[in-house]
Nanobody, 126 residues
């Protein structure tokens, strides 16, 4: 079992920055992929970014490329996946979810992910 706990959400003005963190603990494997998704009211949950467990491969949705950066920090007891968000826009407002998948294949698809955090709210005012 894998536990994921997000933190770092909040209210920010447009063009501001936020850094989200996801603490991952439990039974993880070197093949794992970690992802960030978001869901705005009335919309489907959508892919934001993903990273392999060793950090060598990353992918970002076109809507956030050049503004958001995913990274991973691996430790003995706990691992952290971060999402640095710069130049935020009102359309980035959503609940952001951290997720873990057993494999990196199809990492943009939410169906590929086996574990999810509880989500953290990000609100960007104009």
């Amino acid at each position: 079992q894998v536990q994921l706990v997000e933190s770092g959400g909040g209210l920010v003005q447009a063009r501001g920055s936020l850094r989200l963190s996801c603490a991952a603990s439990g039974r993880t494997f070197s093949t794992f992929a970690m992802g960030w998704f978001r869901q705005a009211p009335g919309k489907e949950r959508e892919f934001v970014a993903a990273i392999t467990w060793d950090g060598r491969s990353t992918d970002h949705a076109d809507s956030v490329k050049g503004r958001f950066t995913i990274s991973i920090f691996r430790g003995n007891a706990q691992n952290t996946v971060a999402l640095q968000m710069n130049n935020l826009k009102p359309e980035d407002t959503a609940v952001y979810y951290c997720a873990a998948a057993k494999y990196y294949y199809y990492h943009t698809l939410k169906e590929n992910y086996d574990y999810w955090g509880q989500g953290t709210q990000v609100t960007v005012s104009s």
